[in-house]
Structures are given as structure tokens and as C-alpha cells.
T-cell receptor
Framework: KAGVTQTPRYLIKTRGQQVTLSCSPI?????VSWYQQTPGQGLQFLFE???????NKGNFPGRFSGRQFSNSRSEMNVSTLELGDSALYLC?????????????????FGPGTRLTVL | GQQVMQIPQYQHVQEGEDFTTYCNSS?????IQWYKQRPGGHPVFLIQ?????EVKKQKRLTFQFGEAKKNSSLHITATQTTDVGTYFC??????????FGTGTRLTIIP
């Protein structure tokens, strides 16, 4: 099976702009999660989508949003970019189904999108 | 919010020496996962521990889950240059948000 793919791999934007990142999960995976990775804050959970519905959300401002399509592909959008949004944005998919707690899902990460905000 | 502490933040070892990273939580964990991220790469799942006192091995890597399920460790025996990277523990705190530790960056001195 092909792995998780993310586009674009690199992006340069200026403050105030908005950006859309795309993620295609592993075939058959219905859960897609997004993470932000920065040197200062580490790996932080943004949100998770399952069957086109947001199932979990991290502690990020409303400028960060996402959606999932019927084919499980997902996009995340960041509006009104700030310098602090510069980061590696990672998408991960899992074979999660019913969303039982506690979860034991393994996350399969894509290569990430490196976003630089100038 | 709930978090998991990981130490040390950095570790430099001579090739052939052993390496250990630790994760600690103030609350009892249902399970813990370990990931490795090579420089310039993305996190890759290594293993998951579920049972109290569980020990799992992958070649030179040994993973342990504490008896109280509040801590875990990853030990690498006789490190090699291919072990370079950042090792993360990760935990679901029952709410399906996978929370990552701060990571331990391992560098190998040839």
C-alpha cells in the first residue's frame, strides 16, 4: 500500500495570507489527524477527522481549520498567517474504526509540509 | 492539560554505547506508543505497550512499561549510526488525542 502523502512539501507565505494543505491517507484508513511540529513546542495535535466529521480537536485558535472528504482525503487551512505558524505540519492516518476509548490506534505519518511564514 | 514528560532532551553517545530514554506521567496510562523520527523525516511507529510491566524487544531495542503504568523506557543496546534521530513516546489520555512527549534527540559520535 502507498503511504500517507502530503502536498505541497514546502510552502512560503507572508503574514496575513492563508494556506491550504492537503493529505491523502493510506488506502482504507478513515481517520486522519493533523499535527504541528515546531522546535519550541514539539509535536502538537491539531485535530482528527473520521468519516468526514471532526472527532477531536486540540488547543489551537480558530484560524486553524480542517475538513475531510468522502474519499478520506483531508485538508487543513490556516487563515491570517502569523510568523509563529511556521512549522512542519504532519498528517497521519490510522485504521481507527469505532473510536473506542482508550484508543490503541497506530498513527502512520506523511512526510509533512514545511510552512515558512515571512 | 495532561502531558507526559520525557527525559533526557538530548543524548550524545559514542557508537557502541547504550542509550535510554524515559517517559513519565502523573496519571495511570492505558497504553503507550513509541515513535522514531530521523533527521528531516517524519515520526515512524515503533511499538505499543499495553500491559503493566510489559517488556518488548525489537533487535537491539528494549521497551518497558512500568508496573504502575505511569512510566516507560526505551533502551538501545550498542548504538549504531542508524539509530540517530529523535525518539518520542506518545499517549492517548482516554480522549483519543495522541499526546507526544517532548522527545529525546540521540546523536552518535562515530
Amino acid at each position: 500500500k502507498a503511504g500517507v502523502t502530503q502536498t505541497p512539501r514546502y510552502l512560503i507565505k507572508t503574514r496575513g495570507q492563508q494556506v491550504t494543505l492537503s493529505c491523502s491517507p493510506i488506502s482504507g484508513h478513515r481517520s486522519v489527524s493533523w499535527y504541528q511540529q515546531t522546535p519550541g513546542q514539539g509535536l502538537q495535535f491539531l485535530f482528527e477527522y473520521f468519516s468526514e466529521t471532526q472527532r477531536n480537536k486540540g488547543n489551537f485558535p480558530g484560524r486553524f481549520s480542517g475538513r475531510q472528504f468522502s474519499n478520506s482525503r483531508s485538508e487543513m487551512n490556516v487563515s491570517t498567517l502569523e510568523l509563529g505558524d511556521s512549522a512542519l505540519y504532519l498528517c497521519a492516518s490510522s485504521s481507527s474504526t469505532s473510536g473506542g476509548i482508550p484508543s490503541t490506534d497506530t498513527q502512520y505519518f506523511g512526510p509533512g509540509t514545511r510552512l515558512t511564514v515571512l | 492539560g495532561q502531558q507526559v514528560m520525557q527525559i533526557p532532551q538530548y543524548q550524545h553517545v559514542q557508537e557502541g554505547e547504550d542509550f535510554t530514554t524515559y517517559c513519565n506521567s502523573s496519571t495511570t496510562l492505558s497504553n503507550i506508543q513509541w515513535y522514531k523520527q530521523r533527521p528531516g523525516g517524519h515520526p515512524v511507529f515503533l511499538i505499543q505497550l499495553v500491559k503493566s510491566g510489559e517488556v518488548k524487544k525489537q533487535k537491539r531495542l528494549t521497551f518497558q512499561f512500568g508496573e504502575a503504568k505511569k512510566n516507560s523506557s526505551l533502551h538501545i543496546t550498542a548504538t549504531q549510526t542508524t539509530d540517530v534521530g529523535t525518539y518520542f513516546c506518545a499517549v492517548y489520555f482516554g480522549n483519543e488525542k495522541l499526546t507526544f512527549g517532548t522527545g529525546t534527540r540521540l546523536t552518535i559520535i562515530p
